[in-house]
């Protein structure tokens, strides 16, 4: 019986000729991320451990990316915590250079790699044909101390994607349909692959948006085979070269195959208070807004900024409406600039802020209050993600978010 | 016996302990928030041998360990529900707090029931009735035996 993607990749980390799904394995982790999130719990338990010890600090990214700039003087002993302690240790630590995800697609992700982040989101590096896969910070301590972990093989859902997407039709709103059709909990446990012609069609800036947010239908991980595109992305970024690159094999199982029709997607928003509460942009059209937000690990690379601009240049932010605008690394920041694209957001009335989580994490920047509704490209929309408890966040693509930002309402990405 | 604290479906982390809470230094100072926005008295009201119990899907969303960890530092017994979201299972078992797998119970019961839990035969008893639960995994139920996943480490 043949592997697929999922099964190679932890083949290869567990030192294993093959692999099936079900079985569980010990395996040795190629990378090991954590965020401002976890860390400093991370660092106590760590502290208690009878013999405190690293088995590989090299595998080691610390990022501090949710609370930037620090928001409170808790917070801020947090942080401290885990940047001493990067810096007592040797451990590679970035502060105000992006948001974690972008990070390490951006400096240290290869394909082949099996990668534990403490973030739910880290299945975005499927993108480039790893198995990256969110754990809590007991798993990732176990990890830091052995360098590896267990690992049960996951059941693979396959995506074969054909055709392209309309013009203003995005990646989000292809994977948002994707979640709505399978629902939140429709790829528990499981790797969701995308495969096929359509994928020729897809930037690589698509494909980390697609990936990243497979963990919002319950999956373990995402993945996608390496290409011309993929090779190219990592030449541009360090010239980094693959630990190894796979594709399923012609007899491997999978659970189940969709086939979509990339030229089928309509733009579309998930509507309050679940990720998987889908809806034609068309069928919302109306909905007052108070609040935009553009950027996220989902949609803040240069691409989205782009296109938020193309729509918004010439046109105002909606008078009473706040619209940020927050790139998702420091390269994308620059890049923007050097575009000209953020004179276009301020000129509009638009905030452009640092790198960071920022919106969509809701506690340090742009915190909607009491009866606010909200139109974002983060990455999740239950009840008080964004801030008050009864506040309600609406998620869309860049394309969707730049237009409602202008008309103070949800409208169709066509409208401006 | 224990009492029951029932949620719906689809409970994500950010119900369970929202993201303000999360770089508070300790898990002691986060617990008081715990469920705040579904249940405000939730914090208080819940005493140690309690259960929290709820439908499809439990703890989806984040993979912030705090979600467990909040639950285990109130003194929850066990988190029951049909399904669990992948990383707050992993994290549950991790930490040592039980997260079962039983099907039917939460139709039946309601906040404020009684109810109890033998994990070795492994059903849930709620007046003249029992609910079979799933057994974990033996390489899980291993890790719940020793406390958590920590303690294998202080072993090595």
């Not at chain 1, 691409?303 to 390269?331: N, T």
Request: proline residues 3%.
């Amino acid at each position: 019986m043949g592997m697929t993607i999922a099964e190679k990749i932890i083949a290869r980390a567990a030192g294993l000729e093959s692999v099936h799904a079900g079985e569980i394995h010990t395996v040795t982790l190629d990378y090991l991320m954590s965020n401002d999130g976890t860390t400093h719990l991370t660092i106590d338990m760590y502290n208690k451990l009878r013999n405190p010890r690293i088995a590989d600090k090299s595998k080691l990214v610390w990022i501090v990316d949710h609370n930037v700039p620090c928001d409170s003087p808790k917070t801020a002993a947090s942080q401290k915590k885990m940047r001493d302690f990067a810096r007592d240790n040797g451990i590679t630590f970035y502060e105000g250079a992006g948001v974690c995800h972008q990070i390490m697609c951006e400096k240290h992700v290869v394909p082949g790699q099996l990668i534990f982040g403490a973030d739910s989101h880290t299945c975005a590096y499927g993108a480039l044909g790893a198995f990256g896969t969110g754990v809590g910070c007991t798993d990732y301590l176990y990890g830091m101390v052995t360098g590896g972990s267990w690992v049960m093989v996951p059941e693979t859902i396959r995506f074969n994607l054909t055709g392209k997407l309309r013009d203003r039709v995005t990646a989000r709103d292809l994977i948002l349909t994707i979640i709505g059709l399978i629902g939140a909990n429709g790829a528990n446990y499981h790797a969701m692959e995308f495969v096929g012609d359509g994928m020729k069609n897809l930037t690589m800036s698509d494909r980390i948006s697609i990936c990243n947010l497979c963990v919002e239908a319950g999956a373990k991980t995402a993945l996608m085979e390496v290409d011309d595109i993929t090779l190219a992305y990592l030449e541009e970024h360090g010239g980094r070269k693959p630990a190894a690159c796979f594709k399923s094999d012609d007899d491997a199982v999978f659970e189940k195959t969709y086939n979509i029709d990339l030229s089928t997607i309509v733009p579309v928003v998930a509507k309050p208070h679940f990720v998987d509460n889908l809806a034609p942009v068309d069928d919302v059209k109306g909905v007052k807004i108070n609040e935009a937000f553009l950027g996220s690990c989902n949609n803040g690379r240069i691409e989205d900024l782009r296109l938020g601009a193309s729509i918004i240049k010439g046109h105002k932010v909606a008078d009473k409406v706040r619209f940020l605008v927050v790139p998702a690394s420091q390269e994308v920041y620059r890049q923007a600039l050097r575009e000209g694209l953020l004179d276009i957001f301020m000129e509009a009335g638009a905030m452009v802020m640092n790198p960071n989580c920022s919106v969509c994490w809701g506690s340090c920047q742009g915190v909607i209050g009491a009866g606010e509704v909200l139109i974002s490209t983060g990455t999740r929309n239950f009840k008080g993600r964004a801030g008050d408890k009864n506040s309600f966040v609406y998620l869309g693509s860049a394309a969707t978010v730049a237009a409602s930002a202008i008309a103070g309402e949800i409208v169709s990405p066509y409208t401006y | 016996m224990g009492k029951v604290f029932r949620f719906n479906k689809d409970v994500d982390t950010d119900q369970i302990i929202a993201s303000q809470y999360l770089l508070y230094p300790t898990v002691e100072e986060m617990k008081a928030h715990t469920f705040e926005s579904l249940d405000a008295n939730f914090a208080s009201e819940v005493k140690p041998g309690d259960f929290v119990v709820a439908d499809t899907n439990f703890g989806c969303g984040s993979s912030r360990e705090q979600a467990p960890a909040v639950l285990k530092a109130l003194g929850v017994r066990a988190v029951l529900a049909p399904s669990f979201a992948r990383i707050f299972y992993r994290n549950s078992i991790n930490i040592g707090l039980p997260a079962i797998v039983c099907d039917g119970l939460y139709d039946a019961v309601k906040t404020g029931d009684e109810i109890s839990l033998d994990m070795e035969k492994g059903i849930v008893t709620f007046g003249d009735k029992t609910f079979p639960c799933t057994k974990l995994p033996v390489h899980l139920q291993k890790i719940l035996d020793q406390g958590g996943l920590i303690s294998s480490l202080d072993e090595m």
